[in-house]
């Protein structure tokens, strides 16, 4: 076609003449301004939404209300499959009616006359923006068309562009949000037989792993042929391992579950490794499939399955590698990029990256505005949000946001696994209560692979806090299914489970009670895998809780190892806390751990010690108090005349908790630190005459003293509990009362102490001391006193309920209430029968005092009840009577069934049975014909206490 341009006749293609008109271009004809402005406008506004990543077509051959058309973008310029619409205005017209509230702009009014192009937009399948180009700021501004921002003017219609809206980096999550309007959310009732049919076969793996319900046959389908990969990968996430393994052997085509482990067929090597790694804890077969991995969201999958075992077990380092290289290659979708984000961030806060965790938080948030029909995108965006709230300081935490991103559907179906898991459990604790020997022929432990898969559940999404609850309830319930002759490694496996999720306050209670009750060994094992240096935010506080409640029964070595680290971090604690951000004083909880261990280590990390110790500046009351754990934990023998000097020198620059410590470890040694303490006990001081443990050293006239102030904190324990209040005292003030009592008869007051154990509202705990104390000193007791004290003693030995304290010490005073009435002649042996046989059908409290009195009644009969109380389910019972069996039989009241019985005690598997024993042959002369076999076994015993108390045998048995 010819046409003339310039006074030349050219002959132009009809793409150029096309082009032309829309622009203006014709020949010999001037360009209007208001088409150039509209096409500077259009042309700005699209560069703007360029600059984001987005995609921008023009609308120009059927502009009814429409410019442009944007095709929306992440930040990786991944397509989300989202179309904007968008209407530009430019040009300062548009500008003329700005919106003031108080005298602040917020923003220009666009006004449509008659409302047909904002009825349109309303109407429009698109989310449609109003775009205001500034020409001289090159600024665009814009407003999301929708009801709520439409202000009807009658026949027509306005719109506020608001000033802050602008088509930048600072508005890309409000657009993403606008633009992801037109996604429908998904609806997910009725899903339960049908599952998500919806779901693309690339995001599969996803739901199979975070939402398996979406995906794995309903458990009432039958059995089908045709299982594909992700369904069997769904009910392994289920825990449905019986039902997936009678499928798969009903199918040729596809392998056995302990064959498909090596599979030819990546998607099988992932089931059979997963199996691998569900039912035996086997991870490192799954770290190969990353790189096997044929496309980017089966990579995405594997890497997750990977670092999930990492995270699991404390190693967030090596997880944090993992995830980077895959992350590296910028390949995963947008909800796996997420997702791949979400572990990231999770390893990130273990290990100190606080900041980093944060801010990939933050980002995740996005996911769901722009895939709300993804269940997996708000599960990983909800995780995000508990995350966030987790690592960020109270005064940012917003329990809006996580409460809202905790309600999710991923996390509805994990509580339901939880609920189903609790109620397995509740079923077997009664079906155990009601002794029902039935055998079911369903069989497989429901509480257990329901409470598993819970946490699984947790852990492919990312969800730590989810997995922590999860998980330390599997912990809890694995140790509860166990008894003390259980396999070792059983408990171990609980243990281990307890301490990767955390849960430090119960791991104390299951390590102390194995270690006392058996099997010990358990615990030795678990602490022998601890490695402090790699503690994480997670399992820093639980590995200190191990070693320092198992500290007794730690090897050598790793007591060694524990001390070294202990006091290296002592000194420079800031690596440590910056990797664990701990919510703890560390400090505190690094010297307690140290009292914990100190008995178990070699000599020489004894003496590093004490070294350590008598180099500290001046401690504050708090570390004082623990330090002196650590002076009491120590014994005898790690100590040296230097030493101790240098101890009780050292002394006055700590708090008193410490210093009085300190100056009876010097006092042995040194006079001047023994006066000091004297001239303390003279002036009243109970403490100081408790080191050194002398209580005969006082003048009658500080004795007299120390009377009155024990009387007095006795009065004031008995008027507080008249009002039902109960104090936790450092000192028990009628146990000192009682001794000063026997001690100093011609200063002794009497009245407040039996006031204290004939008062019905006293805890029954204040009282079991005293009376232990008194019946064990019943001849130094005034003849004036006797008879009140023994109607006393007879009363609450009759009295099967008794006051419990508050604070969680349930232990009643009946059983030294017993011993001390028949040995101040309120019952004869007669009496002694139902009086036994009263505390043997008691509590644990009860029993365990059932050995004391037995010890008072010479014959047999003792001998088999002690024998009896062996078999005690209570390690509580078991020591006490062991420990008086031991004595019979040193003090010649010895039969071959006494002998038989202390020779299963060496069987037993925990210490406080052997402890029991050696605290009572290392206060007789034993006879080394009866016990050079049992020395010999405690002498190698797993206890530190154990085998100090036979080493601290002035003449130690030889065989």
Not at 48 to 57: D, I
Not at 573 to 593: A, H, N, Q
Not at 641 to 667: C, F, M, N, W
Not at 912 to 918: D, F, K, M, S, T
Request: hydrophobic content about 45%; some cysteine.
């Amino acid at each position: 076609m010819e046409t003339l341009l310039g006074g030349r006749r050219l002959v132009l293609p009809s793409v150029v003449l096309d082009f032309a008109a829309r622009v203006g271009l014709t020949a010999r004809m001037r360009a209007t301004n208001q088409s150039q402005v509209g096409g500077a406008g259009m042309d700005e506004v699209s560069a703007a939404f360029v600059r984001l990543g987005w995609g921008s077509a023009a609308n120009d051959r059927h502009d009814l209300g429409t410019d442009l058309f944007l095709a929306v973008r992440d930040e990786r310029l991944f397509d989300l499959g989202l179309v904007v619409g968008a209407q530009v205005k430019a040009g300062a017209t548009y500008f003329n009616e700005p919106a003031y509230e108080s005298e602040r702009l917020r923003g220009w009014w666009f006004r449509d006359s008659d409302s047909k192009h904002i009825d349109a937009w309303l109407s429009h399948a698109l989310p449609h923006l109003i775009v205001l180009h500034d020409l001289e700021s090159r600024t665009s501004y814009w407003q999301h068309v929708t009801e709520d921002a439409v202000t009807r003017t009658g026949k027509g219609a306005k719109v506020l562009v608001p000033v802050e809206n602008t088509v930048d980096e600072s508005n890309r999550h409000a657009l993403l949000a606008v633009a992801a309007t037109a996604r429908p959310v998904v609806a997910l009732e009725g899903s339960a037989w049908t599952g998500s049919e919806s779901v693309l076969p690339r995001d599969l793996l996803r739901y199979a792993l975070i939402v398996p319900r979406l995906v794995a046959p309903h458990p009432n389908a039958g059995r089908r042929k045709g299982l594909v990969v992700e369904q069997a990968i769904a009910m392994l996430v289920l825990a449905r391992v019986r039902a997936l393994r009678e499928i798969i052997e009903d199918d040729d085509d596809v392998p056995s579950l302990d064959e498909a482990a090596d599979s030819r067929s990546w998607a099988w090597r992932l089931v059979g490794r997963l199996y691998r790694r569900l039912v035996s804890g086997d991870k490192d077969l799954l770290l190969p499939l990353i790189d096997e991995a044929p496309d980017a969201a089966t990579r995405a999958a594997a890497t997750v399955v990977a670092v999930e075992g990492l995270l699991e077990e404390g190693d967030a380092d090596y997880a944090l590698m993992v995830l980077e290289a895959t992350l590296a290659l910028d390949e995963a979708s947008p909800v796996d990029y997420a997702w791949l984000r979400l572990q990231h961030a999770r390893a990130c806060a273990e290990i100190g990256r606080v900041d980093d965790a944060r801010a990939t938080a933050i980002d995740i948030q996005q996911i769901r505005v722009t895939h709300p029909e993804d269940v997996t995108a708000s599960a990983i965006a909800g995780a995000a949000a508990v995350l966030l709230f987790n690592v960020s300081a109270w005064r940012t935490k917003d329990v809006a946001d996580v409460i809202t991103g905790m309600d999710t559907a991923a996390n509805w179906w994990r509580t339901q696994k939880l609920a189903w898991g609790l109620g397995a459990q509740a079923d077997r604790a009664f079906t155990a209560w009601s002794r029902d020997s039935s055998i079911s022929l369903i069989g497989g432990d429901d509480a257990r692979n329901n409470l598993l898969s819970a946490s699984v559940l947790a852990s492919y999404l990312g969800d730590h806090g989810g997995w922590r609850d999860s998980s330390g309830l599997l912990g809890k319930y694995i140790l509860q299914g166990l008894d003390r002759d259980s396999d070792p490694e059983y408990f171990r496996e609980g243990l281990d489970v307890l301490r990767w999720a955390g849960d430090a306050k119960a791991l104390a209670r299951a390590v102390t009670r194995i270690v006392a009750d058996g099997p010990a060994a358990a615990v030795t094992a678990a602490a022998s895998d601890i490695d402090l240096e790699r503690s994480t935010r997670t399992t820093a506080p639980t590995n200190l809780a191990l070693l320092g409640h198992g500290g007794d029964v730690l090897d050598e070595a790793a007591a060694d190892r524990s001390i070294d680290w202990v006091m290296a971090t002592l000194k420079t604690p800031e690596s440590f806390v910056e990797r664990t951000s701990p919510t703890y004083r560390v400090e505190l909880k690094l010297i307690d751990t140290l009292a914990g261990i100190v008995l178990a280590a070699s000599p020489a990390a004894r003496s590093a010690v004490v070294e350590f110790l008598v180099a500290l500046s001046g401690q504050d009351q708090s570390c004082a108090t623990s330090w002196a754990r650590v002076v009491g934990a120590l014994p005898d023998d790690a100590w040296n005349g230097s030493t101790a000097v240098l101890a009780g020198q050292k002394a006055p620059i700590h708090h008193d908790e410490l210093r009085r410590p300190l100056l009876g470890i010097a006092a042995r040694h040194d006079a001047a630190a023994r006066q000091v303490l004297m001239v303390e006990a003279q002036q009243g001081s109970w403490h100081a005459l408790t080191e050194i443990a002398d209580l005969g050293v006082l003048r009658a006239d500080a004795a007299a003293n120390l009377v009155t102030e024990m009387a007095s904190r006795v009065n004031r324990r008995i008027s507080s509990a008249e009002k039902h209040s109960y104090e936790l005292g450092m000192i028990d003030a009628g146990a000192g009362l009682a001794l000063l009592n026997v001690t100093y008869p011609d200063v002794a007051d009497w009245e407040p102490l039996l006031n204290l154990l004939a008062h019905p509202d006293v805890a029954s705990a204040d009282k079991r001391q005293p009376m232990w104390i008194l019946a064990h000193h019943a001849e130094e007791i005034a003849a004036q006193i006797r008879p009140r004290l023994a109607s006393i003693a007879a009363t609450s030995a009759s009295n099967e309920s008794g006051v419990i304290s508050p604070f969680g010490n349930s232990a009643g005073s009946r059983g030294p209430a017993w011993e001390l009435a028949l040995v101040l002649g309120a019952f004869d042996e007669q009496t002694i029968g139902p009086a036994v046989v009263s505390l043997l059908s008691g509590d644990t409290s009860d029993r365990s005092w059932v050995p004391h009195l037995l010890r008072r009644i010479p014959g047999p009969e003792a001998a088999a009840i002690l024998v009896g109380l062996l078999q005690d389910p209570y390690p509580e019972v078991r020591g006490p009577a062991a420990a008086i069996l031991a004595e019979l039989v040193a003090t010649g009241q010895r039969s071959n069934l006494a002998v038989e019985g202390l020779q299963h005690c060496m069987q037993d598997t925990g210490t406080r049975v052997a402890l029991g024993i050696a605290s009572t042959l290392s206060r007789l002369e034993a006879p080394t014909s009866t016990f050079s076999g049992i020395l010999h076994n405690l002498r190698k015993h797993p206890s530190a206490k154990v085998r100090a108390r036979i080493n601290s045998m002035e003449r130690p048995a030889s065989g």
